[in-house]
């Protein structure tokens, strides 16, 4: 099992910026591809950004610019730097983790795809 806890969530004036965290524990892959996802009242989860275990990224088109997703150098935390927040950002942001099979990368966003989820840290955008 493995265990993922958010955190840097709360209300933030538009035009500011926030770091969201992601701790990840227990029984850890060496391969792997870990995600961020939000998810608006009433709409689908949205895939935001994913990184491997090798460091190698890829944001959502439609996104790219103002989500920078990171790791730490123990692999333990997962970050999400969000800029130039608008009221549209507000939404529960979640990470997610699944193994990756080594020779494959990690490609999909789709929330499908992700094994192990956190709880959610809310994010809300005021105008």
Known sequence: QVQLVESGGGMVQAGGSLRLTCAVSGN????Y???WFRQAAGNEREGIALIDDEGTTITADSLKGRFTIAQDNSKKFLFLQ???LKPEDTAIYSCATRPRTLGT???SLS???YR???Q???????S
Do not use: K
């Open 28 to 31: 850890t892959y060496a391969f």
């Open 120 to 126: 959610g840290t809310q994010v809300t955008i005021s």
């Open 82 to 84: 969000v800029d130039s």
């Open 33 to 35: 591809c870990r995600a």
């Open 105 to 107: 990368s990690c490609r």
């Open 111 to 113: 929330a499908y795809n």
């Open 116 to 118: 192990y989820w956190g």
